[in-house]
């Protein structure tokens, strides 16, 4: 009787082990340990500060790959062949962080789509790239007269400014 037991409570183990493990592969994600988290309702975590270069940011993970440390941006929502522009400039600036705060380059970043992940190797001509588009956007901001930089129907209707926005699209318009 406890032999039958004791084999029950290995199997149950064995499965729960293997349902893991299969849980982990569909993350598209390294095995990696997490070093830092800003998800799923734990306390969340300090953002990251390079006062320096007026960037403030909070990756959703922070992973230590072989020592060095990946920052990963999850979009659980997205399906693209190819990652979005913003997308990748936004986890530049979480590579750009974790060089200032830890003295350290990261070698890349993760981007995690619904379906797949993608990797962004962080070289100086991305530094310099992410740094270039900070400073636009900050001659932008000072602008009083911004244009729209979209032609996106759902995108302006969603915007907080929709209403008082003069350049906003609507759906006759289209």
Same mark, same amino acid.
């Given at each position: 009787?406890?032999? %039958?037991? *004791?084999?029950?409570?290995?199997?149950?183990?064995?499965?729960?082990?293997?349902? +893991?493990?299969?849980?982990? $592969?569909? %993350?598209?994600?390294?095995?990696?340990? #997490?070093? !830092?988290? *800003?998800?799923?309702?734990?306390?969340? =975590?300090?953002?990251?500060?390079?006062? $320096?270069?007026?960037? #403030?940011?909070?990756?959703?993970?922070?992973?230590? #790959?072989? +020592?060095? %440390? #990946?920052?990963?941006?999850v979009k659980p929502g997205r399906r693209a062949e190819r990652p979005y522009e913003?997308?990748?400039?936004?986890?530049?600036? !979480?590579?750009?962080?974790? =060089? =200032?705060?830890?003295?350290?380059a990261p070698p890349h970043g993760l981007l995690r789509y619904a379906e797949r %992940?993608?990797?962004?190797? !962080?070289?100086?001509?991305?530094? *310099?790239?992410?740094?270039?588009?900070?400073?636009?956007?900050?001659?932008?901001l000072a602008d009083a007269n911004c244009d729209r930089s979209h032609d996106d129907? $759902? $995108?302006?209707? +969603?915007?907080?400014?929709?209403?008082?926005?003069?350049?906003?699209?609507?759906?006759? *318009? =289209?």
């Amino acid at each position: 009787m406890g032999v %039958t037991i *004791d084999l029950a409570l290995l199997m149950l183990a064995l499965l729960i082990g293997l349902w +893991g493990l299969r849980l982990r $592969r569909a %993350t598209g994600l390294p095995w990696a340990p #997490v070093t !830092y988290q *800003d998800t799923g309702g734990h306390t969340p =975590e300090k953002p990251l500060i390079a006062r $320096r270069l007026g960037l #403030v940011g909070k990756p959703d993970y922070l992973l230590n #790959v072989r +020592g060095a %440390t #990946v920052p990963v941006e999850v979009k659980p929502g997205r399906r693209a062949e190819r990652p979005y522009e913003s997308d990748l400039m936004q986890l530049a600036a !979480y590579c750009v962080l974790v =060089e =200032e705060v830890e003295g350290v380059a990261p070698p890349h970043g993760l981007l995690r789509y619904a379906e797949r %992940t993608f990797r962004l190797d !962080y070289t100086e001509r991305l530094r *310099d790239q992410l740094l270039d588009l900070l400073d636009e956007m900050r001659v932008a901001l000072a602008d009083a007269n911004c244009d729209r930089s979209h032609d996106d129907l $759902r $995108r302006c209707a +969603g915007c907080g400014f929709f209403e008082q926005c003069d350049q906003a699209i609507e759906p006759a *318009d =289209e």
